[in-house]
């Protein structure tokens, strides 16, 4: 199968270079030149598909399909068709590639059935026999405005096919097509998401899709503006796919890792590429170094993608060449909890990792990667949770890891919580407990 095709990349290369060179003057190139932005989707996204006849649900819940290898988990390839001006500004956007699928039952006129969303305005450089699009649709074009303090806003519409297939036909394949049209027009948008001059560790090869100096820095929200409508889609940047066991684990060097200032933002950097982003907090990226270097740490894994509204991934975890950190760090954070009792729970609708009545990781609608989250905390006997900074007391931007050994943390909570009832469309952390939770404190329990 030809994922990419290099005589039209080519091509495409010449036409953004014309484009550029036609609206800017030489004096006007900068780093964050015209280029190229390669998403993911993380959970819930959607799309109201009560056009289409037949269908249920109407709404369709959506999961990424990854377009190709070499750009990892990749489904959705984004192009600033311009250069960022002089202190920010305005650029054009144009979704080049989306690969969506449902990610829960559908059925079409009482038969079971597969639906794809997808976008492909490659030029050619994305064949359809990798990316179907077989319905000629406008361009999906929107704005980005890019400020100079690490953030962007972001607004645009979506024309895509929707391709419908017997469940688990071969969508690349068109004689599986049961039928496909062009979906409702979507408009999509987010505000103050983060962004780097710095590729985060284990973004994919950019070499058929350069960024040019612009890295999305953290997940972005895309959602309707209309309050209620259920179109959303929130993507964070790439990273590689995932493993068999459900974690993504990304390796660096623990003696060349340092915190650095980019941008304004202070990062957790190995080799030109960013870690963690602790946004303001000079401290907990220092302090994020110092646990590295201490375990000696060079792998990072996570399980789950991030819900809406949160910074972190559900469930992370370091390791040493494959093997679990064990020991002691002086001045750590860690609340330690019961390998032998932590289970799964569907609380409130959200799948949750529990230690009796202490929540652990909340993993909304996720299900899977809860267990598989379980599996991985088991197979490893780890202990201890443990974070460089915390939500509750300044910033979303935290690092969170579990290990094993050491003195074990008893967070001291009443018995009973409860997740809020949310309503569709509101934040996932919408979570509130029955009583007033005072500043946590590791206390070494007896």
Excluded at 4 to 24: D, E, G, H, Q, W
Excluded at 280 to 291: G, H, I, L, P, R
Aim: charged share 15%; hydrophobic share 40%.
């Amino acid at each position: 199968m030809r994922c990419f095709s290099l005589r039209n990349f080519v091509k495409l290369l010449a036409v953004t270079a014309v484009v550029a060179l036609l609206i800017f003057s030489s004096a006007a190139a900068l780093a964050q030149r015209s280029g190229y932005d390669l998403m993911q989707t993380g959970p819930g996204a959607g799309i109201n598909l009560s056009s289409v006849p037949g269908m249920l649900p109407t709404v369709v819940e959506l999961k990424g399909v990854p377009i190709c290898a070499c750009t990892g988990a990749t489904d959705t390839i984004m192009f600033r068709t311009h250069d960022v001006p002089p202190g920010g500004g305005a650029v054009p956007l144009q979704i080049v590639a989306l690969f969506l699928k449902n990610s829960g039952p559908v059925s079409m006129s009482g038969h079971a059935v597969d639906v794809y969303i997808t976008v492909n305005h490659s030029n050619g450089v994305i064949g359809q026999e990798t990316l179907p699009m077989p319905d000629a649709l406008p361009d999906s074009t929107g704005t980005l405005t890019i400020r100079a303090n690490g953030t962007f806003d972001s607004s645009f519409t979506v024309h895509s096919d929707v391709i419908v297939v017997a469940a688990g036909a071969d969508v690349r394949n068109p004689a599986t097509h049961l039928a496909h049209r062009a979906a409702p027009p979507v408009t999509l948008g987010a505000t103050n998401s983060t962004w780097s001059t710095i590729p985060p560790i284990g973004y994919p090869n950019e070499c058929f899709f350069p960024a040019n100096g612009f890295y999305p820095g953290g997940p972005v929200p895309e959602a309707a503006p209309a309050p209620g409508d259920p179109h959303q889609h929130p993507v964070t940047p790439s990273g590689p796919p995932e493993g068999g066991n459900g974690a993504r684990c990304l390796s660096f060097n623990p003696a060349t890792t340092h915190a650095e200032s980019v941008g304004g933002r202070w990062k957790v950097v190995d080799n030109g590429h960013y870690l963690f982003d602790f946004d303001s907090q000079a401290a907990d990226a220092t302090k994020a170094v110092a646990v590295i270097q201490h375990y000696h740490a060079n792998e990072y894994c996570t399980v789950g993608s991030t819900l809406p509204g949160e910074q972190t991934p559900p469930y992370a975890y370091l390791l040493v060449s494959g093997a679990s950190l064990v020991g002691n760090m002086a001045g750590e954070d860690c609340i330690g909890f019961n390998t032998a009792t932590v289970t799964v729970q569907d609380i409130s609708g959200r799948w949750t990792i529990t230690d009796g009545s202490q929540l652990m990781y909340n993993f909304g609608p996720q299900k899977t990667a809860a267990n598989q989250a379980l599996a991985i905390i088991k197979g490893f006997h780890s202990t201890l949770s443990c974070f460089v900074g915390r939500p509750e007391t300044s910033t979303h931007f935290v690092l969170l890891y579990s290990r094993s050994g050491g003195p074990i943390f008893k967070l001291k909570v009443p018995p009973q919580v409860e997740f809020k009832k949310v309503k569709p469309g509101e934040p996932v952390e919408e979570i509130k407990e029955k009583f007033e939770r005072p500043a946590i404190q590791p206390v070494i329990k007896k």
